[in-house]
């Protein structure tokens, strides 16, 4: 109890730390922009980059400057890429108008529209969280973040689906805390602890419903609530076990792709639409459509 007590009152004083950094940022004056690192460069150096970003406009169609979508938007490949070409101009000596040349000239500079669903890739699911039939024939696995407010709208947008496609679709929780969220990776230790006793799914609908506050103390009692034995939960968030198994799921998205939160994977196809149920039901319509229509076999040439 005493080695849970001490670890929450340090992630508690991290978090209310990192709020309080994040509250504060100004994109116009700041120079600690999200993922920007300008280590290495000079004053005067320093001074054009941050010019630039706070100027130009990000590519990805937010309408934000770069800097400002850095801010508002960390998990953005195009303000990322853009800013990346910048530092590295200015860094090799270029003036200001030729690293925004060269940030213009780069595969950063337009978006390129992306697909609904993407390429599969692999994602390992094993012990992972899941809802619906096991031998469901759709399967979407959905990366999540306990603080995301976009997480919290997403839950009954899924929820519905579940309920529209009772038979045909399962759906497989992993854990993706995103630095930003400062009380995140504590509740996705929650979440995995509570499962070890059952009860994972409640855990994450409690947790979801106190998305914006979910401090050590508001675990507690949400754990509480729904029954768990405390002191097995004390005893498991803080464990090799559970923090293993949220690196290992948050290196499981770093591989499949995931930059931000939520993420979802039909059939390990990303899905790059809105998680809404109707937008969801044309593309799972489509997937089962084309899982049941019969397999051609080959002609053999005699």
């Not at 993922?35 to 001074?47: F, M, Y």
């Not at 809802?131 to 009954?156: K, L, W």
């Amino acid at each position: 109890m005493f080695f849970f007590r001490l670890r929450a009152f340090r992630i508690a004083a991290s978090c209310l730390l990192a709020v309080l950094l994040y509250s504060a940022q100004d994109w116009n004056t700041t120079d600690n922009l999200p993922g920007v690192d300008l280590s290495g460069l000079s004053a005067a150096q320093k001074t054009t980059v941050l010019k630039i970003l706070r100027e130009h406009g990000c590519s990805c169609g937010c309408g934000m400057k770069i800097a400002e979508c850095r801010i508002k938007d960390p998990s953005c490949s195009y303000s990322t890429g853009l800013t990346s070409v910048v530092i590295e101009a200015v860094k090799s000596g270029k003036t200001e108008a030729d690293a925004i040349a060269a940030a213009d000239n780069s595969k950063w500079a337009h978006a390129q529209p992306a697909k609904i669903l993407e390429d599969p890739v692999k994602i390992p699911v094993e012990g992972a969280p899941q809802t619906g039939p096991v031998n469901a024939p759709v399967t979407i696995v959905e990366f999540s973040d306990f603080q995301c407010p976009y997480c919290a709208a997403a839950v009954p947008e899924l929820n519905a689906l579940l309920k529209a496609y009772p038979k045909q679709v399962k759906l497989i929780f992993k854990q993706f805390p995103l630095d930003i969220h400062s009380q995140a990776e504590l509740a996705a230790h929650a979440a995995i602890a509570a499962g070890l006793q059952g009860k994972f799914w409640q855990m994450h609908d409690a947790m979801f419903a106190h998305h914006d506050d979910l401090s050590p103390t508001t675990i507690d009692t949400l754990a509480k609530q729904i029954g768990l034995d405390m002191n097995r939960f004390t005893n498991d968030i803080g464990s090799v076990q559970v923090r293993e198994s949220v690196i290992r799921d948050q290196q499981d998205g770093e591989r499949a792709g995931v930059q931000g939160t939520p993420t979802i994977f039909i059939d390990g196809q990303r899905y790059n639409g809105p998680i809404n149920l109707n937008y969801l039901k044309l593309v799972l319509d489509a997937e089962l459509k084309h899982q049941s229509a019969p397999k051609q076999s080959a002609s053999i040439a005699r």
